[in-house]
């Protein structure tokens, strides 16, 4: 159960970077993607520049933690499923 739990917490950790990836690499070539018109939202302005800062980093650990939590959680759930 417990090893279950490590691979779902790995899972998100690699989803909430890839999410900061993608949203920094679109604000990055985008500037004005997520604006509104006539809105002004402090908090999205903020997110996006940190999404900006971090989006390489994250990038590059979020996508392999992501995919190895996957292939590793698949094999796992496989190998029950045989016994």
Known sequence: MKARKSGAIAI???VVLIVIFVVGL??????SA???KYL???ALEQFCAFCVNWW???GVIGIPLFLVSLILSLVRESKEKEQ
């Open 34 to 36: 997520f604006r509104a």
């Open 12 to 14: 998100f950790i690699g």
């Open 40 to 42: 002004y939202d402090y």
């Open 26 to 31: 679109v604000c990055l070539r985008n500037p």
């Open 56 to 58: 390489l980093p994250a």
